[in-house]
Structures are given as structure tokens and as C-alpha cells.
């Protein structure tokens, strides 16, 4: 069984930065992509960075686009989301997802439900 976790989230002010870290186990072969999602009190869960896992192709939400920056160590089986500039509205609780068996293209990459392994997620908190 593939298990993915979190880790990384804390309290920042606003403009500074957090790196979260994604760390799977259990799998003997590649998710096809892996994103981050992200989900605040009262809203909906929404997917802000995206990266094929074979290609290294990313994509980002217009809203953390410049700010964040997802990569991925494929010997450490760690997917990273680097968070720069954050602001209050960036406060969620954060979730790494994978896909595996399943395509990925640019259309849904960013798309909740086609994924089909979940991290128990990371909180990010960005208050003065």
C-alpha cells in the first residue's frame, strides 16, 4: 500500500517562506504526477502545483503562480513545494496527492478527483 506524508507546515509571517515536504513509501513503481492541494476553513479544496513525475513538467494555480515552486527528488521518492511571498490567503491546510495507474494531462492535473493516493495533509498558517 502507498502511503504519502506531509511535513513542514507552520505559522509565518506574511512574506516569508515554508517548504513542504511530500515522502512516499510503500510503492514499487512511479505515480504517473503528483500535486498539492490546498483546503481553508468553508472552502473548496483547490490544486496549486502540479509536476509530471517522469517529464518534470509543473504547472501552478494563477493564484501561487511566481510564489511557490514544486519539485521532486526521485531517489528520496519526496516531492517538495517551495512557498515564497506567502500571504494570508495562502493559510489552508495543505495536501500532497499522486496518481497512479491512472493519465495526467494538463486539462485535470490540477483536478482533485482523478487522484487516487492522499497525504493526511500539512497546515500553513501566515499571520502577523
Known amino acids: 500500500e502507498v502511503r504519502l506524508v506531509e511535513s513542514g507546515g507552520g505559522l509565518v509571517q506574511p512574506g516569508g517562506s515554508l517548504k513542504l515536504s511530500c515522502r512516499a513509501s510503500g510503492n514499487t513503481y512511479r505515480s504517473n504526477c503528483v500535486a498539492w492541494f490546498r483546503q481553508a476553513p468553508g472552502k473548496e479544496r483547490e490544486g496549486v502545483a502540479s509536476?509530471?513525475?517522469?517529464?518534470?513538467?509543473?504547472l501552478y494555480s494563477d493564484s501561487v503562480k511566481g510564489r511557490f515552486t514544486i519539485s521532486q527528488d526521485s531517489v528520496e521518492d519526496t516531492v517538495y513545494l517551495q512557498m515564497n511571498g506567502l500571504k494570508p490567503e495562502d493559510t489552508a491546510l495543505y495536501y500532497c496527492?499522486?496518481?497512479?495507474?491512472?493519465?495526467?494531462?494538463?486539462?485535470?492535473?490540477?483536478?482533485?478527483?482523478?487522484?487516487?493516493?492522499w497525504g493526511q495533509g500539512t497546515q500553513v498558517t501566515v499571520s502577523s
Open positions: 509536476i509530471y513525475t517522469s517529464a518534470g513538467k509543473t
Open positions: 496527492a499522486a496518481r497512479f495507474g491512472r493519465l495526467c494531462n494538463d486539462d485535470d492535473i490540477l483536478i482533485a478527483h482523478p487522484y487516487n493516493v
